[in-house]
């Protein structure tokens, strides 16, 4: 349950509407998690029992610097107006998905009226 929860979510970071894209690209995450499943064959960086990035950093700050990047997206990126600094990497996430429940519940007022 908790894996599926992650790819919906991971879903809304391109997706914000429950439309078919939407879950077009959730099936598609959750089939590469499925492949990469360390229980049932898939690979492991490391031979420890989990990844600590402070483990191998000379900069702890550096595992959490405020937001994630990858390919085109950028978890964390702050809007015109709202600063980002110093604020956790859970922090960011729990600003993003209020913001998401805040634009569905606008839509849903917009679609009521």
């Given amino acids: 349950m908790i894996r599926k929860t992650l790819c919906h979510e991971l879903a809304h970071n391109v997706h914000s509407e429950h439309a078919r894209p939407f879950y077009d690209l959730m099936a598609e995450i959750e089939a590469h998690v499925q492949r990469n499943d360390t229980l049932h064959g898939g690979h492991r960086l490391t031979t420890e029992e989990f990844y600590n990035p402070h483990d191998n950093a000379d900069d702890v700050d550096h595992a959490d610097s405020g937001g994630w990047t990858g390919g ?3 978890l964390g990126g702050s809007k015109e107006g709202e ?3 110093g604020l956790s990497r859970r922090e960011i996430i729990a600003r993003a998905a209020m913001s998401r429940q805040q634009k569905e519940r606008d839509a849903q007022k917009r679609v009521e009226q």
């Fill in 72 to 74: 085109e997206f950028v």
């Fill in 83 to 85: 600063s980002e600094a």
